[in-house]
């Protein structure tokens, strides 16, 4: 079974400023996708950024961006030129490109505090 | 933009009621999930249902629950007889082909009293 982790319970960085939150996992699969996910106090899911494993290239969403190690099986994400409203739980997933069902196996989740 | 819809937001229940959450999935997508959260822990995988049918389910997803599209549009959660432990967040996401990301829609808060 796939396992997500996330060794960060909290991170906190100034408005502005650049942000990276942490994410391994553990898979014998080659293929497979990886999300990054914004949970609001709203706690509504909200998709930030997703990357296919067969690419090498690190997906960009705007201020948004990850540094995917397939090697060593990493998935950090970029938060560059944090704003007030980037304040929001995050949570890493892994998603098996296997089977019809392909559930997501989330991590723990890293709270991220922007200070003004 | 296309969302997922649940209703109600926020369900309160008593221990041992059965309760159905309702969820309206993206008209065009083809696979469908629920997931919960217990506040402050992490978000888990219930059920995925695709062509009519459950295509997987996990531990948590015992007799109590079951899965129902009934009418084309919308797809429902029951619990049939509900206990404190049952208390969370439940998320219905959607998607419409494997490499596609879910929807999630906004959850519906569960209370069991």
């Known amino acids: 079974a796939q396992t997500v982790t996330q060794s960060q319970p909290e991170m906190s960085v100034q408005e502005a400023e650049t942000v990276t939150l942490s994410c391994t996992y553990d898979t014998s699969e080659s293929d497979y996708y990886l999300f990054w996910y914004k949970q609001p106090p709203s706690r509504q899911m909200i998709l930030v950024i997703r990357q296919e494993a067969y690419k090498q290239q690190n997906a960009t969403e705007n201020r948004f961006s990850v540094n995917f190690q397939k090697a060593a099986k990493s998935f950090s994400l970029k938060i560059s030129d944090s704003q007030l409203g980037d304040a929001a739980m995050y949570f890493c997933a892994y998603r098996s490109a296997q089977g019809a069902g392909n559930m997501l196996t989330f991590g723990g989740g890293t709270r991220l505090m922007v200070k003004p | 933009e296309p969302e997922v819809t649940q209703t109600p937001s926020h369900q309160v229940t008593q221990m041992g009621q059965e309760v159905i959450l309702r969820c309206v999935p993206i008209s065009n997508h083809l696979y469908f999930y629920w997931y919960r959260q217990i506040l402050g822990q992490k978000v888990e995988f219930l059920v995925s249902f695709y062509n009519n049918e459950i295509s997987e389910k996990s531990e948590i997803f015992d007799d109590q629950f079951s899965v129902e599209r009934p009418d084309g549009s919308n797809f429902t959660l029951k619990i049939r007889s509900t206990k404190l432990e049952d208390s969370a967040m439940y998320f219905c996401?959607?998607?419409?082909?494997?490499?596609?990301?879910?929807?999630f829609g906004s959850g519906t808060r569960l209370t069991v009293v």
């Open positions: 996401a959607s998607r419409v082909t494997a490499n596609y990301g879910y929807t």
